[in-house]
């Protein structure tokens, strides 16, 4: 049986779609609003985090410095002290 790869003949080149190395990443653009005790665990075992506005990700740098808070993240952090 052969791959399904191989049955592709001629010198077509299929570009790849431009994709961002998360390896490659120099930091967040955000300051996210995480649970400290999940950025700590995070830090130490790997493990991904969920910043309030639902985006995950290790942390494994700081972000840049100068980087503003996210605007999602924000407001609703905003929201609980608004009760």
Do not use: Q
Not at 7 to 16: A, L, N, P, Y
Not at 60 to 75: D, Y
């Amino acid at each position: 049986m052969l791959a399904d790869w191989s049955v592709m003949s001629g010198t077509e080149i299929i570009e790849r779609p431009e994709v961002k190395d998360k390896e490659a990443d120099t930091g967040s653009e955000f300051f996210h609003y995480v649970d400290k005790n999940k950025m700590v665990e995070s830090a130490v075992f790997g493990v991904f985090v969920e910043a309030l506005c639902g985006e995950k990700f290790p942390v494994t740098e700081a972000s840049k410095p100068g980087c503003p808070v996210c605007p999602r993240c924000k407001e609703i952090y905003d929201s609980f002290h608004d009760e």
